[in-house]
């Protein structure tokens, strides 16, 4: 039977997100190419998320061992890569998470498999896979295809596929004998750490005023920081002014930062990177300001602006103010 | 403490209008900036920060079709001790697996106990390099480093996770790691710096000093190959508010009054 292989990704014992999306991508997937949906669940003690797997799978293959009991890149390579040898599936879909950019690329070397990453979708036929792909921080879309006849491996990019929700499959778990795992001590999972999160919770704000790499100097923040005042705004920011230490961990949005959701969002000088639209794309309304008329970042707000953003913070600040007194 | 940093060169296009070739398989890079790839920037510093803590020594290495010596000439103003570029036409087009194998040849026969990348390119993103290289090399290695403590022959990392959680993990040496943004502050190169650095060792070398065939590299020997590109249409979301700034901002005044804030 032909088969479509699904790596099912969990942290601190919950099935992560990414692991229904692929489970959805892999469904359509299977059923065109009329292969059968598996998934792999390597962990420790997690039958009972085999279990939740098994709704939406036709197999289940749970590899249980202690030394999977957090995710090692090592420790799961030799996981897949005995299954993928073993079972050839046509395709094997991995998260572009954290996990998946740690494990992906070593896996695909150690196969000879090609590897296409960071995927938006994907086509299958009994030659080739296409996958669409964003390059150039998401300002161009890139079309790219390998061969899948001797197996392939793709990743797949968080928050873009909706996953299916209900049970689609009464699937069967098959408890697997986990490999040896040998070598695999060179590599230690220690422990998770919090990021220092202090002072602001920019979840709780009903307006949010975020700048991203626009607002140009740390000297321009309080700009910022007066607008986001004068509309009873919190400030928050993309990455790049998290890197630069212009701003504190708490205050990012986006994947690696915290996920917001406002009545209203207004970004500044943000060129709309993934990561950080999965952050706020649910916000009530996305306001953009932007010099670039083409930066992503207007592919997701409702209302675009398309100048200066230090023409616009001084008049819309005087705007709230004006408004604010009216009351 | 020698450690190996691959740097990789790539276009500014953060606000410019990108044009697709007439071939449709790349952009026009003609009139933009070229620099070093924002993640190798903040992996050559994390590189020179280990060294002048710990001694040892830093060499940056860079495999490209173009003539990217100023790439290098920057690493080594930073303070990298000797660079490496593996300089071929062929390169052109390649996908991570044929970087990855020339690296490998470059990197295997040079003692090291780190080498880092950065965690992807600005430009193609594939976020692939570093991985493949460590399977290569058979060394252990860990993606998204935001933080790197040296101990006796190993290693204590932190990766970063989603939704602000950190993984700390532990690689004995020699190990790969692939460095996220925001681990330090690199530092400042001026021109003059970049002329003091001229007298530091630099290496050209061609894919056959390497050993390198003609089916390991380029289009041809690349697994994943593209296709075409395509521009997503401009603004396809969002309405654009026209008019002067204070009609825009009287504008969006209005908005956010509608949906219950500002009111």
């Known amino acids: ?327 | 403490m020698d450690i190996i940093v691959c740097v990789k060169k790539v276009p500014d296009t953060r606000e410019a209008e990108l044009i697709i070739t007439k071939d449709g398989k790349d952009i026009e890079k003609g009139e933009l900036v070229c620099d070093i790839n924002e993640w190798d920037r903040y992996a050559v510093e994390e590189a020179i920060r280990l060294k002048e803590e710990l001694g040892g020594s830093v060499t940056a290495v860079a495999v490209t079709p173009d003539e990217d010596e100023d790439l290098l000439r920057k690493c080594l103003a930073m303070g990298a001790d000797r660079a490496i570029m593996v300089k071929d036409e062929s390169f052109r087009g390649s996908d991570a697996h044929v970087i990855a194998t020339a690296l490998h040849h470059i990197i295997k026969d040079l003692p090291f106990d780190l080498v880092f990348t950065g965690v992807q390119a600005e430009d193609d993103g594939y976020a692939q390099v570093g991985g493949i290289l460590a399977g290569f090399l058979k060394v252990p290695h860990a993606t998204l480093v935001t933080q790197i403590e040296v101990l006796e022959r190993k290693v204590q990392v932190h990766r970063e996770l989603e939704e602000a959680l950190m993984e700390v993990v532990e690689l004995d040496m020699p190990a790969v790691c692939t460095i996220q943004t925001g681990i330090n502050e690199p530092r400042y190169v001026s021109i003059m710096g970049i002329r003091k650095a001229a007298k530091k060792e630099m290496k050209t070398l061609n894919t056959s000093d390497l050993g390198l065939t003609e089916e390991e590299l380029g289009d041809s020997a690349s697994k994943v190959k593209i296709k075409g590109l395509s521009l997503p249409p401009s603004g396809k979301g969002a309405e654009i508010l026209k008019g002067s700034t204070g009609e825009i901002a009287t504008k969006v005044a209005s908005i956010l009054k509608s949906k219950g804030v500002l009111a």
């Open chain 1, 1 to 327: 039977m032909r088969e479509i292989l699904v790596l099912a990704e969990h942290r601190k014992g919950v099935l992560r997100d990414i692991t229904w999306e692929m489970l959805s991508l892999g469904k359509e997937l299977a059923e065109k190419m009329e292969a059968q949906l598996t998934t792999v669940l390597p962990g420790y003690e997690v039958k009972s998320l085999a279990d939740e797997l098994s709704t939406q799978a036709d197999l289940v293959l749970l590899v249980e061992d202690e030394r999977l009991q957090n995710f090692s890149s090592m420790a799961y390579q030799q996981v897949l890569s005995t299954l993928i040898t073993t079972r050839k599936p046509i395709i094997t879909l991995i998260g572009h998470t954290a996990c998946g950019i740690d494990l992906a690329p070593g896996l695909a070397a150690a196969l000879g498999m090609p590897l296409a990453t960071d995927c938006l979708s994907l086509t299958l036929t009994e030659k080739e896979l296409t996958a669409v792909r964003q390059i150039y921080g998401g300002k161009v879309n890139a079309e790219v295809a390998c061969s899948c006849e001797k197996g392939c491996i793709a990743t797949i990019r968080a928050g873009v596929v909706s996953p299916w929700g209900e049970e689609t499959r009464k699937g069967k778990v098959e408890v697997i004998q986990s490999p040896s795992l040998e070598g695999i001590s060179r590599q230690r999972f220690i422990e998770y750490v919090e990021a220092a999160i202090g002072g602001v919770d920019i979840t709780q704000a009903d307006i949010i005023v975020a700048i991203g790499r626009g607002i140009q100097d740390k000297e321009n923040i309080p700009l910022a920081e007066e607008l986001a005042k004068a509309l009873g705004g919190t400030l928050a920011c993309s990455r790049p002014i998290v890197d630069k230490k212009w701003l504190p961990k708490a205050h990012q949005v986006g994947t690696s930062g915290k996920t917001v959701r406002p009545k209203a969002y207004i970004a500044l000088g943000i060129s709309g990177a993934f990561q950080h639209i999965v952050g706020m794309k649910d916000s009530g309304v996305i306001i953009a300001v932007n010099k670039d008329p083409r930066a992503p970042i207007f592919e997701v707000a409702d209302y675009g602006i398309v100048c200066d953003l230090f023409d616009f913070m001084p008049v819309l600040k005087e705007k709230a103010k004006e408004l604010l007194q009216r009351r």
